[in-house]
């Protein structure tokens, strides 16, 4: 018998001998048959739940294609900066959260894009606003907004303070710490400079610069388990978690704490990488609720924080053409490995210089290795390409790994970065 029976629906099956069926049952975590009511009434004992669906539509799991599981579940613990309107709005969040929050203690949030505020900050520089307001509210908490993209975070002059970052500090690899006229940082740190104050707020507030706790990390887990199936995403891949995030999501497995099918990219360094690829490949580990086979590089950065790495310079920037995150020749190695690994390499691209970078690399590791076909490679947003580069894509048989939601939420000032003929 079946422990789960549905009867009376429409169940689509994707599977074009039988598209639909009127009835389910399902035993465990597998569907074990599909047809007719009288055909699965069979499968019906005491203990069997039966719904009776009404006519109501059945579909599979959704799958995220590309997300960031345990941030999905940790934007859910932080402040929420997705609604605000205006600069002042995200100042007045945090200072309730210092109210509520210990001195010395980290205030996080996620969510701000400067581009989808009302009006612009007074003493906005590039657009961004500078830390003097945040600050005057949180003098003795550090705190860290991270931009909407990811790829930017927005800071107090306290978390400044504690990373040590002044008028003298360095740009670091692959990213840039925003100044004004007189050369003070602003707050805003574009990429990896997002790193400096990371680490130091951890260190300073008393945490460890692995990052969260095993405790917080399981409510993350269990936070963006209800987030995916509350939208119907039965499947997440992961694009982007150091080895020791991995271990932690083997361990959640093992606990039952993942409610999602996991398909998880490593990131980490090509050295780390060397050592451990061959031991933590797996496909199906907890009965296949977890999958690592998979290998993420970030090329560049992203369009809205002027980060995307462009062959031309940036229309309302044109000092800059943006962000090489990861030095051509380590993320050539990192190809390397992957190919030899059997691990699917995503690289992340979004500019049309770091596409093409991308595309290069792809079809020189390619020719290296004629004997490896079916690798499915792919270009992670592959958001903003030449017309000669898309035709690249499919004559070099990797995926496009779009989303959508780019296109929503870049459009507005998709203009403003790349001038009316790059957009055209």
Known sequence: TADLVLLNGTIVTVDETVPTAEAM????DRIVALGTNSEIEPWIGDQTEVLDLGGQLVVPGFIEGHGHFLGMGNAKLILDLRQAETWDEIVAQVAEAVEQSAPGEP????GWHQDKWSEAPADAVRGFPVHASLSAVSPDNPVVLTHASGHAAFVNGKALELAGIDSTTPDPSGGRILRDA?????????????????SEVLVHSGGEDSGPSPD??????????QESLAKGVTTFTDAGSSFETVDFLKQATDEGLLGVRLWVMIRDSNERLAANLDAYKTRDYGNGMLGIAGIKVSIDGALGSRGAWLLEPYTDLPSSTGLNLVPLEEARETARLA???????????IGDRANREVLDIYADTFAEYPDKSDLRWRVEHAQHRQPDDIARVGELDVIASMQGVHCTSDASWVPDRLGDQRSE
């Open 182 to 198: 007189n050369g003070a940082a602003t707050g805003l740190l574009n990429e990896t400079a997002q790193r400096l104050v990371r």
């Open 107 to 110: 205030i996080r949030g996620r």
């Open 216 to 225: 917080v990390m399981r409510r993350m887990v269990e936070m963006a388990t």
């Open 339 to 349: 190919i030899e690994h059997d691990y699917q390499l995503g690289i992340h691209a």
């Open 25 to 28: 049952a399902v035993t465990g």
